[in-house]
């Protein structure tokens, strides 16, 4: 009889045992748990990710001999949210310019951002931005010119195409500026399709991607652009902030500058800067610092930040714009005589370059130098 309840007695010890182990495993894994999640999180600073501790952790057990379940510990998902795919379903799939400007200005009054740089990949001066956008946590566009890819001249070519593949590695978008960077309206339907194809060759024999976004230098336009990118089913993609930077020689703190007036004029949208110009790639450390400063005192006064998108989250909140687009399009039809035939009230070479009424200025493109 004692021998009986002495071993009732170790085996309630041991149960009690093993509960404060578990207990001590559970408590160890939480705590574990919310450290990596802390030390993991994203930088909730300009790409607008939250830093949210998850209301459902899943709990780890193991099966005792007896049949029970006796919890072992606690796993915290992460927090980190899906970018939607690339590249994403066409919004401009006819790829009209007006279409073009709109859809730049991106979600309506969202304070939403997307950076974009043209003309590169230049050495010494892209690859002096990409540090700065990687610590920002910002994924950009870049519109490169295929010229230097090509170059017979070393190290500008080795180089060049490192700085493209930097580009990719640091999960930036690439998009296709053409290989010369000439005002296509003024070349033949020939020499067209080669600047634009062959620039996409090019990039897609450096990175082993063809680009999806196209940029037409200068914002110049013409029907026969317009065809070729309907056919390779491109995206056009324009810019709503143009601080004029090739004309602010050596001048960052002006580049800067322009760049914040019209962010606050424009509640966001698509920037577009040189990653060719040292005052422009200086500009961007002023741009982010004025950023972080804004978005603080926002959120002290409780008023909507700022947020620096990827290209495929912004895309993304330009196409809620797309009804925006089509009312405007039906009260421009409306508005027209009627019996006269719509295909002729414009030249079929460049549409209108105008936003949606009641959102501010859109820059139209003019044939300025640098673009």
Not at 5 to 16: K, P, V
Not at 48 to 75: C, H, N, Q, W, Y
Not at 224 to 234: D, G, M, P, T, Y
Not at 292 to 306: H, I, V, W
């Amino acid at each position: 009889m004692g021998r009986r309840r002495s071993h009732r007695s170790r085996q309630r010890s041991q149960a009690l045992a093993y509960r404060a182990a578990a207990l001590l495993a559970i408590g160890a894994a939480v705590i574990t748990g919310a450290l990596i999640a802390l030390s993991s999180a994203p930088r909730a600073r300009l790409d607008g990710t939250p830093l949210r501790i998850p209301i459902f952790p899943r709990i780890l057990a193991s099966v005792t001999d007896s049949g029970r379940l006796e919890p072992v510990g606690m796993v915290i998902p992460g927090t980190r949210t899906r970018s939607p795919a690339w590249p994403p379903a066409l919004l401009n799939p006819e790829a009209r310019l007006r279409w073009g400007w709109d859809l730049s200005l991106g979600r309506p009054g969202s304070r939403e951002v997307l950076f974009t740089f043209d003309d590169g990949p230049n050495p010494g001066t892209t690859d002096r931005l990409l540090p700065m956008l990687t610590r920002a946590n910002i994924h950009a566009v870049f519109f490169v010119c295929g010229w230097r890819l090509e170059s017979h001249e070393e190290p500008l070519r080795s180089r060049a195409r490192q700085i493209l593949r930097d580009i990719v590695a640091a999960g930036h978008i690439v998009g296709n500026h053409t290989v010369h960077h000439y005002q296509l309206p003024t070349l033949t339907p020939e020499r067209v399709r080669y600047e634009i194809e062959h620039n996409a060759d090019l990039i897609e024999e450096v990175i082993g991607q063809r680009p999806h976004l196209f940029r037409p230098p200068y914002g110049a336009y013409s029907e026969e652009v317009r065809r070729h990118l309907v056919s390779r089913a491109n995206e056009l993609w324009m810019w709503s902030i143009d601080p004029h930077d090739y004309l602010l020689v050596n001048d960052a703190e002006g580049v800067a500058q322009s760049i914040i007036t019209n962010l606050g004029n424009h509640a966001g949208g698509t920037v577009l800067l040189h990653d060719t110009h040292p005052w422009s790639v200086a500009a961007m450390p002023k741009i982010i610092r004025w950023l972080d400063r804004e978005n603080s005192d926002r959120e002290q006064s409780g008023r909507a930040p700022y947020v620096v998108l990827d290209p495929a989250r912004y895309m993304e909140g330009a196409r809620t714009r797309l009804p925006l687009i089509l009312a405007a399009d039906a009260l421009a039809n409306s508005a027209r005589p009627r019996g006269r035939d719509a295909s002729t009230d414009a030249p079929a070479a460049v549409e209108p370059t105008t936003g949606v009424a009641g959102e501010g200025p859109v820059d139209a493109g003019s044939m300025d130098a640098g673009r």
